[in-house]
């Protein structure tokens, strides 16, 4: 019988890795999956406990938020006020960011940038839903961490990492030294390594995107979804068209078994509509560490530069070769 490794004991194997950190990332990861596995119990009970549904209140982006989507921003908020590794939360949820000040946080160097529940509005109709981090050490020495700690390139980030809430529970994380996925086992409520080094596909035959908006797309898009829909035996096509609406779910699957997602800029949302600091900058550290590739389009996602922490950008995400097609259709038309 295989020894079971959970997510604690991998951290702490790991934390050689990090010589400057002195332990501080290693319980920053720890607290998050906390927080992670009291987020799943109240996912997984959403219906019965009444708490599927809007909120009455918009977040900054203007969107209708859930009952869940609260509760999970208040849940990893608390996690990171009582763990002390982290001075500033950047939320989707949250206007601006949150500084913590508390006694445990005056020495903390690192920043955390959450989408709390992505996919929210799946919730009410039993979809996988999931969790986006991304972890930054500051660099700011002196006083308090400011704006300039915040708005950091992706490819400055420490770690960053998802939780899926699905049929099973899992976080995927990377600190720069691959990717490994961890499945929550509700019989000892650890989450344990079930998908070690996990690695892309180069090619797949998976296209994830909201077609419903096909006519607001760029040119070099609507070329790209033809060519996916052109039948070539050589190349394995037509792709099979597969959209949840729900960033961690889909991509989730083009990491295990290939695929591409794109979140294109639309007449509707000129510059994009996911967020670069907390949902495209971690889900490219992440694609790119299991040898994936993520750009808007033109440029590497994670060189972007950052001007505001709630800033938009357009994805093309996944497979190294489907990202690399549609790079070629949107720049030659």
């Known amino acids: 019988m295989n020894a079971v490794k959970t997510l604690g004991q ?40 009444g708490i599927i549904g809007d909120a009455g209140s918009t977040n900054v ?27 500033i ?6 206007d601006d960011y949150i500084y913590i000040d508390s006694e445990l946080s005056k020495n903390a160097k690192y920043i955390v940038a959450i989408d709390p529940l992505d996919g929210s509005s799946n919730i009410d109709v039993n979809v996988s839903v999931g969790t986006i981090f991304s972890i930054y050490r500051r ?3 002196d006083g308090k961490a400011t704006i300039a700690d915040v708005l950091q390139r992706g490819i400055d980030q420490v770690a960053a ?7 099973s529970t899992m976080l995927v994380y990377t600190t720069g030294k691959g990717v490994n996925g961890f499945t929550l086992d509700p019989s000892i409520g650890e989450f344990c390594l079930s998908h070690p080094n996990m690695e892309m ?3 797949g035959n998976i296209y994830s995107i909201n077609e419903g908006y096909y006519n607001h797309f760029p040119n070099g898009i609507k070329k790209y979804i033809k060519y996916c829909q052109v039948e070539d035996e050589k190349s394995h096509r037509p792709y099979i068209s597969r959209y949840t609406g729900s960033m961690v779910a889909d991509l989730h699957r083009s990491l295990i078994k290939g695929g591409i997602f794109i979140y294109p800029v639309t007449a509707r949302a000129p510059n994009g509509k996911l967020r670069l600091v907390y949902e495209c900058n971690p889900m490219a550290f992440i694609v790119e560490q299991a040898g994936g590739k993520a750009s808007n ?10 001007d505001d922490m709630h800033q938009r950008s357009a994805i093309v995400i996944g497979s190294m070769n489907m990202v690399a097609k549609a790079e070629e259709l949107l720049q030659k038309y």
């Open 89 to 94: 939360l950047v939320s989707e949820e949250n």
């Open 161 to 167: 990492g998802y939780i899926i809430y699905g049929s």
């Open 61 to 87: 982006q203007g969107e209708s938020q859930k009952k869940l989507d609260i509760y999970a921003n208040e849940q990893f908020l608390a996690a990171l006020q009582c763990g002390g590794e982290c001075c």
């Open 297 to 306: 389009g033109y440029q590497r996602i994670m060189e972007l530069n950052v």
């Open 10 to 49: 991998f951290i702490i194997e790991k934390q050689a890795d990090f010589p400057y950190a002195k332990g501080e990332l290693s319980r920053l990861l720890r607290d998050l999956g906390i927080a992670a596995k009291i987020v799943n119990r109240e996912v997984n009970k959403a219906g019965l406990a």
């Open 139 to 141: 660099k700011s020495t």
């Open 201 to 203: 596909p180069v090619d």
